[in-house]
Every structure is written in C-alpha cells, then in structure tokens.
T-cell receptor, first 114, second 113 residues
Framework: GAGVSQSPSNKVTEKGKDVELRCDPI?????LYWYRQSLGQGLEFLIY????????KSGLPSDRFSAERTGGSVSTLTIQRTQQEDSAVYLC????????????FGPGTRLTVL | DAKTTQPNSMESNEEEPVHLPCNHS???????IHWYRQLPSQGPEYVIH?????VNNRMASLAIAEDRKSSTLILHRATLRDAAVYYC??????????????WGLGTSLAVNP
C-alpha cells in the first residue's frame, strides 16, 4: 500500500522567506510526527499529533516553526522567516496510534536556506 | 534519561553475520528496545523491537541481555543493501503519552563486497 509521502522533496529558499512542507501519512494512522535531521546528525523531534488531542509541540525550536494537521490526515509544517540554520532534512512519520510504537517514515524534504 | 550507546561505525563483509551492539543501562522495566535503520538519502525504516525475550523477523534478530542493559541486533547474512546507519532507540520516559523516541547518532555500517 501507499507509504508516507512528503512534498516537496527538495526546497531551496532565501533567508527570510516562509516555507511550507507537506506530509501525507499512511491512511488510518492517527499519530503523526515531524523530525528534523541536520547533516550527519540523528533525528531531532519537532512535534507530534495524536488524533484529536492537543499536539505535543515541545520540540519546536522557535516560534517561527508551526504545524497543522487538518482533518486528522495531512499535515503542514511551516517555517517563517527562514534562517540558514534551518537547513536540514525534515522527516515526517506516522503510526497506527496510541499504543503502536512503530513509526513509518516518509522520504523527507531537504530544505536549503541560502 | 533513556539514552543508548552505540559504536560510531562498524564494518562487515558481504554474506557474513553482523552483530551490532547497544548499551542502555538506564532502561526502565517497561521500555521496549527499538531498532531502526536509515539507508543513504532515505527516511528511517523500522527493523525490529523487543522487551525481554529474543525476537526474530525477516530482517534481523534481536538478542536482549538478561538484565536488559544491553542488546545486539544480528543481521544473519549482510548484503550490500544493508549498508546503513542503525539506530538503537528507547522511548522518552518523560514524554507521557507521546510515543516519542530518543534518537542518537547510531552505528554506520559499511558492507564490503
């Protein structure tokens, strides 16, 4: 079946511009995660959505970062006034739900801020 | 803190077994041990997870020490496609209902033909 998809696969932007990254989770998965991975580093947790519960935003690095999940499915991560240190691969993952730990990852969006 | 310790890198020859170690001395009694891997330029993929008993699936085996303070991921016959970064991961004990996993730097496995 279809896995997690993300778009765009690559995004190059200028410092100060806003960007939106999209994630389509696996159908029926109620949990959705956003991570950031800088070059040669492990994954850094950003935000977590579970069903209709309030999202866990504890990993967002600044108020320039925000995310939405509409209708319990598609999610958008928005970075306002991008900075060069925002350059990274942004990964989205989904899982079946509350008691299921296995996360299924998308291919990521490589963001480059010039 | 649910941290794990893994060697930075390991090397193996094709068609030989590979044993990837992980230390997790602060693991709690109810924490599962998760292994994921990340192939070059791809998102991570699930490999295996376990609690106390050794586990097997089509990808690998997971051997868990009796005291649960360490585990070993076993690839029975390495192939070139197994070259990846392997992450041994625990859930964040402070994350409440958030199934947040704590990711380290993993072990970069090179497979020689």
């Amino acid at each position: 079946g279809a896995g997690v998809s993300q778009s765009p696969s690559n995004k190059v932007t200028e410092k100060g511009k806003d960007v939106e990254l999209r994630c389509d989770p696996i159908s029926g998965h109620t949990a959705l995660y956003w991570y950031r991975q800088s070059l040669g580093q492990g994954l850094e947790f950003l935000i977590y959505f579970q069903g209709n519960s309030a999202p866990d935003k504890s990993g967002l690095p600044s108020d320039r970062f925000s995310a939405e999940r509409t209708g319990g499915s598609v999610s958008t991560l928005t970075i306002q006034r991008t900075q060069q240190e925002d350059s990274a691969v942004y990964l989205c993952a989904s899982s079946l739900g509350f008691s299921a730990d296995t996360q299924y990852f998308g291919p990521g969006t490589r963001l480059t801020v010039l | 803190d649910a941290k794990t310790t893994q060697p930075n890198s390991m090397e193996s020859n094709e068609e030989e077994p590979v044993h990837l170690p992980c230390n997790h001395s602060t693991i709690s009694g109810t924490d599962y041990i998760h292994w994921y891997r990340q192939l070059p330029s791809q998102g991570p993929e699930y490999v295996i997870h376990g609690l106390t008993s050794n586990v097997n699936n089509r990808m690998a085996s997971l051997a868990i020490a009796e005291d649960r303070k360490s585990s070993t991921l076993i690839l029975h016959r390495a192939t070139l496609r197994d070259a990846a970064v392997y992450y041994c991961i625990l859930r964040d004990p402070n994350a409440g209902n958030n199934r947040k996993l704590i990711w380290g730097l993993g072990t970069s496995l090179a497979v020689n033909p």
